[in-house]
């Protein structure tokens, strides 16, 4: 009797360790798909996800690849960096980032569809980083993007990107305003005011491309990114669509934006902050300017007196840089601002003259 129980748990025992061998083996044949499995049903899109599909398939097709070339003709010669562009009207303009066709010596364009447009470059403005090309063939050209305005931008709203980022085209990036009145340095050597800040993932390639928001509509050229490795760290800049819509039209008609200035040399701004300076501090005054006319006093070496601090512009307070070349900018070409100064600890308001000092120097400092 007792050997009989042992054999039954002996058997028990094997079928059970027979199992655990072969249930592998046993769930594979009995639950295998070994036919293509039936799609789950979903329901609609959401109102954001469908707002989001909209904005990319109403502007991608606009939003074009911008590539440098070494070389000239018709073999163009070895890629020398590229960028993105959006259509900017039936002319066939497209405009872009200053430093994205700033070391080329001839352009291609190439559209959403893949075809490939030769193009030149009509204006640069390296003070606002946007710049101007013109495709060869004019007619059949996707729509111009369109238009909309940056006075009213809200920090919080919806951002959308579309760019090339690292080649890789029609790529669309999305997130919010993260702040607005930024200001951002230029390879001019002057700075862009306004710029609005967001964290849609702009990444090499993306520069040029165009930030939208909600209905579709141009808010901003997308330019930088604050990355110590250059990629997207969640931090991009746009230059805004008000600056954008009155500089583009600028460059096409001539190839150049006026710079607006009094003919100065600004001194350095560390230089203001140690010294505890609020103002700009007048270095060196251009001889025959408008300042120079005005009577603005630049640092005596010699004699060791500062020069004249400006204080203000049109009773608006000038802290730094900046803010002077933004008031001039305001105030536009062939208009006389009022100026004060501090000289000597006391208070004077002087009219300068202001003129386009763009081509008169290429010294990086001097509004």
């Not at 025992?13 to 039936?38: D, G, K």
């Not at 109102?47 to 989001?52: A, G, L, P, V």
């Not at 872009?96 to 291609?108: K, M, P, Q, R, W």
Request: no cysteine; net charge negative.
């Amino acid at each position: 009797m007792k050997d009989r129980a042992t054999r039954i748990v002996m058997v028990i025992v094997a079928v059970l360790l027979a199992l655990l061998v072969f249930q592998p083996y046993v769930n594979t044949y009995l639950f295998s798909a070994r036919e293509p499995r039936p799609v789950a049903a979903r329901g609609d899109l959401s109102d954001y996800e469908k707002s989001t599909i909209n904005v990319f398939e109403a502007v991608a097709p606009s939003v074009v690849q911008v590539v440098g070339l070494s070389g000239r003709g018709p073999a163009g010669g070895d890629p020398s960096g590229s960028g993105t562009g959006f259509v900017w009207d039936a002319a066939g303009h497209v405009v872009t980032n200053d430093h994205v066709v700033a070391n080329g010596s001839s352009f291609v364009v190439r559209l959403a569809s893949g075809e490939v447009l030769p193009a030149e470059v009509v204006g640069q403005a390296p003070n606002y980083d946007l710049a101007v090309l013109r495709v060869e063939r004019q007619g059949g050209l996707p729509p111009p993007v369109p238009v909309g305005s940056s006075a009213d931008l809200k920090v919080g709203q919806t951002a959308y990107a579309i760019g090339n980022p690292f080649g890789l085209d029609q790529s669309l990036t999305t997130g919010i305003i993260s702040a607005l009145k930024r200001r951002l340095p230029t390879s001019g050597g002057r700075e862009v005011a306004d710029v609005i800040q967001t964290d849609a993932a702009i990444n090499p390639g993306n520069s040029g491309g165009p930030l939208l928001d909600s209905a579709g509509r141009l808010i901003g050229v997308n330019t930088a990114i604050f990355s110590p490795s250059g990629t997207n760290a969640g931090i991009g800049f746009a230059i805004p669509v008000d600056v954008v819509n009155r500089v583009v039209p600028e460059l096409i008609r001539s190839g150049r934006v006026p710079t607006p200035g009094i003919g100065i040399l600004a001194g350095d701004e560390t230089l203001a902050a140690q010294l505890g300076v609020n103002g700009v501090i007048v270095a060196d005054v251009v001889p025959g300017s408008p300042a120079d006319r005005a009577g603005l006093r630049g640092v005596d070496a010699r004699a060791g007196v500062i020069g004249d601090i400006i204080v203000a512009v049109e009773d608006a307070p000038v802290k730094q840089l900046s803010d002077l070349t933004d008031r001039l900018e305001r105030s536009g070409v062939g208009q006389t601002v009022s100026i004060t100064i501090l000289r000597n600890d006391r208070r004077e308001t002087v009219d300068v003259a202001v003129v386009d000092v763009g081509e008169q120097t290429s010294r990086m400092r001097r509004p």
